[in-house]
């Protein structure tokens, strides 16, 4: 079983930056290796949407909303996925979570809520 474990977010104004950290726990460095790693957030009334995603090669993909703002890196030897949040506007503002697939199994983070605002 995978557990994801967030950090970091909070109130930012606009213009700002953020950085969300997911720890991949319970899983050994081998194995984190070969997931690939997503965030999604969900703003108040709206389904919850991709945001960015890294493969286990490294190869990025990133929402039209986001690109040249937004930063997703992987760290294998920490089991850590982080999103760099930069440029931040108020429509960023969501609850974020972190996703992985293991086996066919999607697992999530616990949420962190980001808000820009002035």
């Known amino acids: 079983q995978v557990q994801l474990v967030q950090s970091g977010g909070g109130l930012v104004q606009p213009g700002g930056s953020l950085r969300l950290s997911c720890l991949a726990s319970?899983?050994?460095?081998?194995?984190?290796?070969?997931?690939?790693m997503a965030w999604y957030r969900q703003q108040s009334g709206k389904e919850r949407e991709l945001v960015a995603v890294?493969?286990?090669?490294?190869?990025?993909n990133y929402a039209d909303s986001v690109k040249g703002r937004f930063a997703i890196f992987r760290d294998n030897s920490r089991k850590t996925s982080t999103l760099q949040m930069n440029f931040l506007r108020p429509e960023d503002t969501a609850v974020y979570y972190c996703?992985?697939?293991?086996?066919?199994?999607?697992?999530w983070g616990q949420g962190t809520q980001v808000t820009v605002s002035s």
């Open positions: 996703n992985t697939n293991d086996n066919g199994m999607d697992y």
């Open positions: 890294i493969s286990p090669d490294g190869a990025t």
């Open positions: 319970r899983k050994i460095t081998s194995v984190f290796r070969g997931y690939t």
